[in-house]
């Protein structure tokens, strides 16, 4: 596989040939995958999460992985071969994992971002606290955290995938209730429960017990012979 730092001898120089050597790799990457398990490319699409992970992490060692032969020396990515001072191109390896999630149906996550490109994890929320930071870029963390939701909420409107699970992610990460979607307000949620006990005449305004309402009487009818 060709190295990331040279495309047909030539050094490469801009952000759109390191994206697209990238691309096409990662491309390979799978299609070698599959060869290797013996899998047809439409399987993946029926994998679990965890099944998932060995994808991303089989793309890490044939593209992201560094080679420790190619006299290249990296201060701060020694798990990486991507440039970290080069936003723009995290940035777009950032966008061709969250399409490749969407396009295989699977969750999109800072963990999965992780294993894919080596970026260690602590690094990723390193540069989101610090956005002042020369290297890395700030906005891949929101964004993956940002698609995360998006594509569990998917996964839940489609039927796919344990919806318990999936709701007590949401929930616990994005602050949904019940399947409910962040935003709605408490009235939204609960009932109104004074207006409910006024209207069937169970309080009144102060909690006072009011007295039950009485059905209409009916005049008496007079015998007949």
């Not at 995958?33 to 992490?57: A, E, G, P």
């Not at 699970?165 to 949904?176: E, P, T, V």
């Amino acid at each position: 596989m060709q190295k990331m730092e040279r495309v047909e001898g030539q050094e490469m120089e801009t952000t759109e040939q390191k994206t697209e050597v990238y691309t096409d790799n990662i491309r390979e990457a799978i299609s070698n995958y599959c060869i290797d398990h013996d899998i047809d490319m439409k399987d993946i699409y029926t994998f679990d999460q965890q099944r998932w992970n060995s994808v991303l992490l089989y793309i890490y060692r044939s593209v992201f992985k560094p080679c420790k032969t190619d006299g290249i020396v990296r201060r701060y990515n020694e798990k990486s071969n991507i440039d970290y001072s080069n936003r723009e191109l995290i940035d777009n390896v950032c966008d061709i994992y969250i399409s490749m999630c969407y396009e295989y149906s699977k969750e999109v996550s800072v963990m999965g971002f992780s294993k894919m490109t080596g970026i260690h994890i602590d690094t990723l929320y390193q540069w989101v606290n610090n956005p002042e930071i020369e290297r890395g870029s700030s906005e891949v963390t929101k964004k993956l955290q940002a698609e995360r939701e998006e594509s569990l909420s998917n996964k839940l409107a489609s039927g796919k995938g344990n919806p318990v699970g999936i709701l007590g992610i949401l929930n616990r990460h994005y602050g949904w209730n019940m399947g409910q979607p962040r935003g709605q307000t408490a009235a939204q949620k609960a009932p109104d429960l004074p207006g409910i006990a006024e209207k069937y005449g169970v309080t009144d305004a102060i909690g006072q017990k009011e007295p039950a309402r009485q059905l209409p009487k009916f005049p008496d009818l007079p015998d007949t012979d």
